[in-house]
């Protein structure tokens, strides 16, 4: 059996799903929006697949995927503030 290897992708992974699983209970959020967020769940899982064939080591990938995931949040910042 192989070892759960848990990245920063995972955790945001998760964490993404709980609070969608959460305003769906709570019907804060519509069926479009739920939509959107199954894509970005589905574009986190393939990136994190991507990283994990490309950077054997668990090492590199926690690195690749926080330098990603911080990538990422500063672009959605930049792009709300432009």
Same mark, same amino acid.
């Given at each position: 059996m192989k070892k759960l290897r848990i990245t920063p992708l995972n955790i945001a992974s %998760?964490?993404?799903?709980? &609070?969608?699983? &959460?305003?769906?209970i709570a019907s804060k959020v519509g069926i479009s929006t739920v939509g959107w967020i199954f894509l970005l769940l589905l574009v986190l899982v393939i990136t994190d697949q991507f990283f994990r064939l490309l950077l054997r080591s668990l090492k590199r990938v926690w690195i690749a995927e926080g330098i990603f995931a911080v990538f990422? %949040?500063? %672009? @959605? &910042? @930049?792009?709300?503030v432009w």
């Open positions: %998760a964490l993404l799903m709980t &609070w969608l699983l &959460w305003q769906v990422v %949040a500063l %672009a @959605i &910042w @930049i792009l709300n």
